[in-house]
């Protein structure tokens, strides 16, 4: 079985987001990235259907800081083929994105596709869905375990409220990862060293991206105080009585 | 000793007993007694499957891959009891219990909260997984400034390495400012690296992960050979362990004091500054990889008793024989797994001792230790009065700073 996986990289929330000046997009001067927790689970659950299975499966990314490290993390971890894409990504949307990652797959062939159900920056809808509309395959998200059956697969997708559906889905198709069956794994430091000198990173220029059908953003914002909202001021204590106070006014206490 | 080997498949044992020998002094796992002293001095060999002895006899008899397999090893807290008491004087923590860690973390089998802090240490250069600009927010509103080697390129006397948990813990620093307030008023021509500071490693090294330790090791390297300074200060007995005896052979070598014994060395210049009374009973808990590892027992005990009105009283393990926190090794990373598997901490047998000493303050001299024992009070009978004080508080606080 050949399984892709399309990743994408994402603000990293450990430094502070500042707005740039135009007021619309995030300030890239300090700006870390980091991979998508949730593309990172899909990886895993490529690389546990692969153990389990056999099979073949390649990741696909687009050039970021950091995405080599994270490819070679991947092979060390059991990835067959590394995929980087380069070309101008600095105004990527979705759209966008789902649109080179279609023209790579189709040239891949894959009989799954797993990618992660969502991203903090998502801002016009997930990869996930939009990759499937591109490629006509069927769709289904908030999976957390995947078995494969022939030429199906069983998909347990999540529902609110703890409910659990076992979904049955003939392939190729394209999977919303929420969580992989185990969590992703950690690879010695020493075993990536290892991979970097043999694994090979194959690097293809990407045109322009289309981004149309994506979102424009008129304003973007750091969260702003409601009127409503009271600040309590003071020490530890003081907030504390204040806070206490405000409850028995309320009629909470 | 001969061992026999299996003629069927090749032995996890032969291949592991190998890589040990190859170690500093791992020979000498030969002439293990099977006495079971290590086992017994070890603070959780009564909750390991394997304790160290129980290992060494696996080897022996050639089922390893068991000892591989279980999880036992996850608790060893590196506090080097086993080493220090070995009649052979087996490198017990450092080949064996490390070399085991370091095969469990190849094979995948690492608890998720220690996977966690080792992914930070490569990504951030610290286990907290704190932002690297962030490293020297400690710092901020000092005065005088503290000296960031990086901004003023002046050649200094000291160059202090502050470490992880002293420079991001929110407990740790103001025991940090506190010691950046005394090296001021001693008049010591200090310097700091900020956010160029990587962590020491050598946690990380004891819990298993070698090959992210020597990444830590040549990067600091790098950066100290940037500056110009004469000695290495550290916060921490675990970075002044790893740049004492494990960066040298990597190429990295600079003389290295604990700060303990850089302020003892200046105690005649200290005393007349301690002019405020701390009237307390104060226990010392030794830090593993200060006393126990690298033999500094009275520094710290002098420094405290030149406090006017300390009374030192010692616990029942001091010294050689002293009680880790539960920190060392990756334990700092494994507080759920430990639990889970003891359902008690170390750092709670130990705040039980220092109330049962009569201790109202439990002076230390590591950064892991404030907040670990600070949480174990909170869970310990009658130990509600007992403060924890890093030495630099108590020396601030006594010179009135």
Known sequence: MKIAVPVKFVPDLVEELNIDPSGTALDTAWLRLIINEFDDHAVEQAILLKEKEGGQVTVITIESEGADDFLFAAAAKGTDQLIKLTGDFSHANNHGLARVYADILKELQPDLILTGVQAHNDLDGSVGPLLAEQLGLPYVGYVAGVSVMGDKVIARKEYSGGLVAEIEIKLPAVLGIQASEQPPRYIAYSKIRQVMGTAKIEEKTVAALDLSGGTTVSRMFQPEVAQRATMLEGGTDEVADKLVSIFKELGTL | ?401
């Open chain 2, 1 to 401: 000793m001969e061992i026999t080997l299996s003629p069927l498949e090749p032995s996890v044992s032969k291949t592991f007993l190998t890589s040990v020998l190859g170690l500093e002094n791992g020979e000498r796992i030969r002439t293990c007694l099977q006495c079971g002293t290590c086992s017994g001095v070890c603070p959780f060999g009564y909750i390991m499957k394997f304790p160290p002895g129980k290992m060494i006899g696996a080897l022996r008899s050639e089922f390893f891959d068991q000892v591989i397999k279980s999880d036992s090893v996850w608790m060893c807290v590196s506090c080097n009891a086993c080493s220090a008491f070995c009649p052979s004087n087996i490198p017990i923590t450092a080949a064996l219990m490390t070399r085991a860690k370091e095969e469990m973390l190849l094979a995948g089998n690492v608890p998720t909260e220690l996977q966690s802090a080792l992914e930070n240490t490569q990504r951030y250069g610290n286990p907290l997984g704190e932002s690297p600009r962030k490293r020297a927010d400690w710092a901020i509103g000092l005065q005088p400034e503290v000296n960031l080697l990086a901004k003023t390129r002046q050649p200094v006397d000291v160059l202090w390495y502050v470490g992880d948990y002293a420079s991001y813990h929110s407990r740790m620093q103001s025991a940090t400012k506190a010691l950046a307030k005394i090296l001021n008023v001693l008049g010591i021509k200090f310097g700091i690296l900020g956010p160029e500071e990587y962590s020491d490693g050598d946690s990380q090294r004891l819990a298993g992960e070698r090959g992210l330790f020597e990444m830590m090791a040549q990067k600091n390297g790098q950066i100290f050979r940037r500056y110009k300074f004469n000695e290495i200060i550290t916060t921490d007995p675990h970075a002044f362990n790893a740049l004492k005896n494990e960066y040298p052979s990597l190429g990295v070598s600079y003389p290295v004091r604990h700060y303990t014994q850089f302020l003892y060395e200046r105690i005649e210049q200290i005393k007349p500054l301690l002019k405020t009374e701390i009237k307390a009973r104060i226990a010392y808990h030794d830090p593993c990889y200060l006393g126990r590892v690298n033999g500094i027992f009275d520094e710290p005990r002098n420094l405290l008793k030149a406090i006017p009105g300390v009374e030192l009283v010692e616990m029942t393990h001091q010294r050689l024989n002293s009680l880790c926190c539960g920190g060392g090794g990756g334990g700092m990373w494994l507080d759920g797994f430990q639990w889970e598997k003891a359902h008690t901490r170390l750092s709670e047998w130990r705040v039980r001792e220092a109330v049962a000493a009569g201790a109202e303050i439990l002076a230390v001299g590591c950064p892991y230790e404030p907040p670990r024992f600070e949480d174990a009070i909170k869970t310990i009978q009658d130990a509600g009065q007992l403060k924890v004080r890093e030495i630099a508080e108590l020396l601030a606080q006594a010179m009135g700073l």
